[in-house]
């Protein structure tokens, strides 16, 4: 038995009647968070999932070949970073505003829908789906310290602000407008007839009080590959954010498959724009969100249906 383990009663007794002991011990000991299942909510559910107890005991403990004692063991003794988090954010656990000309789904916490557990993640502040309905939309409002990128996925939405800019955006566009000291802008759909389905995404900047701008290009998007839409350096022809994040997309085909790496200490939120994806065992569909912390690499699968996958690295 190993030295400072704690022994669970008669040797015929069999398992430990509250597994969670064991949790308690590991996790706490190593200072573990561990969610390697999206369901995992407690220590004992974590245990639970991640180890699973064998029937062969000795002195009341666990033997030194069973899975359970070389899962507990790896847990006990690993380095925290090597354990890695995977969180789901389902689709229909959003924020949902009805609005009749505007029909809104808020990933984190957004006017009034107020989740404290979804608050943002990193510097990523919102990410809303909007469907606004033909020749609605957003009246004169202002904005500050905020980078806001508009990523368009069906229809078209007409852009005016107090810097003096008018366009029109459309899908395939990447659009980012940094609000900085203060902007006052109004956003509607370009079409009398047709909807506008958009996601509106906010990132917190690196610093305040910046000077007011706005970009706007087109991406050379491919299926089965990442596009670069927003970056510190603007690289790849994409739009420049005031922040130590960067925003991709991949347009997945059922078969595709797309590897992101992720550098030591950053963090990736994954949301599914559109149709789905499979990500480390997990099957994501649209509105879907995925966490992803402490991991090398991340792997997309296209899915059943052709997919269209938003990608946020960040600090």
Known sequence: MVPGWVSFGHPTAGP????????????????????????????????????????????GAFPSDSLCFLVARRLLYAPTQEVTMFTLRPS?????????????????SFADYH????????????????????????????HRDMEIVTYILDGALEHRDSLGTGS???PGDAQRMSAGSGIRHSEFNASPTDEVHLLQIWIVPSQSNLVPSYEQKSLVQRDGALTVVASPDGRDGSVTLH??????????????RVQHSLAPGRH?????????????????????????????????????????VLLFDLA
């Open 243 to 256: 922040q130590d994040a960067s925003l991709y997309v991949a347009h997945l085909r059922p078969g595709d």
């Open 168 to 170: 029109v955006i459309r």
């Open 268 to 308: 990736l939120w994954i949301h599914v724009a559109r149709g789905a994806s499979r990500i480390h065992g997990h099957d994501l569909h649209e509105g879907d969100g995925l966490s992803v912390s402490d991991e090398g690499s991340v792997v997309l699968l296209g899915g059943d249906t052709q997919g269209e």
């Open 92 to 108: 229909r656990q959003r924020g949902h505003a009805q609005h009749g000309w505007l029909d809104s789904w808020h990933t984190f």
């Open 16 to 59: 430990p009647r509250d597994v969670g002991v064991l949790a308690h011990f590991v996790l706490f000991r190593k200072g573990i968070v561990a969610r390697r299942h999206a369901r995992v909510r407690t220590l004992r559910e974590a245990i639970e999932t991640i180890v699973k107890p064998s029937k062969r005991w000795i002195h």
């Open 115 to 142: 989740d404290p557990k979804h608050m943002g993640f990193r510097a990523l502040r919102v990410i809303n789906d909007d469907r606004i309905a033909p020749g609605m939309g957003f009246g004169t409002h202002p």
